[in-house]
């Protein structure tokens, strides 16, 4: 009878490879190992070979990079996302769409299970299996690391490099680097290890060798760099006057925000299985965007309309922070963005310097701006008729009046008589 199949998420890396043997003996199936290329670049060298070596009877390597520039990284840079006032999230956006290639992979190999190496305190966990749950219910997923089983036999590195060992398993056996890095098109993070202590400083000179997109603001160039943004119902279309993909805008503004020392964030985040964590990331590219896209909006979109989706900021990040991509309130959420940037197209023009971004201009054929009506000098359109802000101002202060007549205190304290006002 054929054996049943597993499709694993696999990197390479020990953990994984430990994995993928493990699986295969404990569930007594043909493994099927699946990596999405989503620009990790040279990380991703050799591995089909490491694959086939380590025992999996098929290897999916598949270049997902356009689909996730276009469908993942761009809706959500609409939609403003910033996860505690400070992530990208980089590394949150990017499980969705790993794991809706494993359940097409296991659906297309007849597959029983997906499997992930994510541990049992991490988001990761969260972000795959409820991509799976959206999208297919009746599929089982394996957490080895949920298993009591599997921790008694792996309780540390030692026990998995001596494990791999005595499999044959080719992976470095060497010390392991002292944090952990996970990389893609639109960041790297880096957590674990020296990084869990939240006074480690990790912009000191010992910590340059850490970082791979982006050089430190110290050592970026003297002299500023200018750069324009051309955008198209809330898409940067063009760099510097030269048509892109959303992929190549993100490889182009990855090269020079790290060539300036842009978008490193240091922080302690609260992950939504309860624990806080400090992670280290670089977003050089993303973090143009973001600004850029946000000046953008600054000029062509309607006051209340920003509101209103700034307002759904906080709950839109922790959806996808959490791992609610394909959840219906995301979905939702996504319609009104899609809406609110129907006219946020122009161009905008940045300076990049030593870590920072500065506005240097923004334009558009929708702007709202209009120079005549915002003058401080005499409005030669007359729309405006500032005797008007008289009785807009008394509207407004009635309530304010009010108040204070019926509580009778003062901004200090100090008490006042009652004040009638005619209502």
Not at 359 to 385: C, K, R
Request: glycine share 8%.
């Amino acid at each position: 009878m054929a054996k049943n199949k597993i499709v694993l998420a696999y990197s390479g890396g020990l953990d994984t490879s430990v994995i993928l043997t493990w699986l295969k003996e404990t569930y007594d199936a043909e493994i099927i190992t699946f990596t999405a290329d989503i620009g990790q670049k040279e990380e991703l060298d050799g591995l089909e070979e490491k694959a086939i070596a380590t025992g999996a009877s098929k290897v999916y390597i598949d270049d997902l990079r356009d689909e996730f520039a276009r469908d993942f990284i761009y809706p959500m840079f609409q939609a403003g996302a910033l996860y505690e006032g400070q992530y990208l999230l980089g590394t949150s956006i990017a499980r969705p769409l790993i794991a809706k290639r494993m359940v097409d992979i296991a659906r297309k190999e007849g597959a029983i299970a997906i499997a992930h190496g994510a541990t049992g305190k991490g988001n990761d966990q969260v972000r795959f299996e409820l991509t799976a749950a959206s999208l297919a219910p009746d599929i089982q997923v394996i957490a080895p690391w949920r298993s009591e089983e599997f921790r008694a036999q792996f309780p540390g590195r030692a026990e998995m490099i001596a494990y791999a060992e005595k499999h044959g398993i080719p992976v470095q056996a060497s010390a392991a680097k002292s944090y952990s890095m996970d990389r893609n098109l639109l960041h790297i993070s880096f957590e674990s290890g020296v990084l869990e202590d939240p006074w480690f400083d990790a912009s000191a000179d010992a910590s340059k060798d850490m970082y791979v997109l982006s050089v430190s603001p110290e050592d970026a160039p003297n002299e500023a760099e200018m750069v324009e943004l051309a955008f198209e119902q809330g898409d940067c279309v063009a760099i510097n006057g030269e048509q892109m993909s959303p992929l190549q805008v993100m490889e182009t503004l990855n090269e020079l925000g790290g060539k300036h020392g842009i978008g490193r964030i240091d922080m302690v985040e609260n992950r939504f299985v309860g624990m806080k964590s400090r992670g280290v990331y670089e977003t050089p590219g993303g973090t143009i965007l973001f600004t850029a896209h946000r000046k953008m909006e600054s000029l062509t979109m309607d006051r209340e309309v920003m509101h209103l989706r700034d307002s759904l900021i906080p709950q839109y990040s922790s959806i996808v922070y959490n791992g609610f991509w394909f959840a219906p309130e995301r979905l939702a959420i996504q319609a009104l963005v899609a809406e609110s940037q129907k006219h946020v197209t122009g161009t905008v023009r940045l300076k990049l310097y030593k870590g920072n971004i500065i506005g240097a201009g923004v334009q558009s054929p929708l702007s709202l701006y209009n120079p005549d009506i915002a003058t401080m000098e005499a409005d030669p359109s007359q729309v405006y008729d500032q005797n008007d802000a008289t009785g807009f101002i008394h509207l407004h202060a009635l309530r304010l009046k009010v108040a204070s007549g019926v509580h009778g205190t003062s901004v200090h304290g100090a008490k006042l008589e009652q004040v009638k006002v005619e209502v």
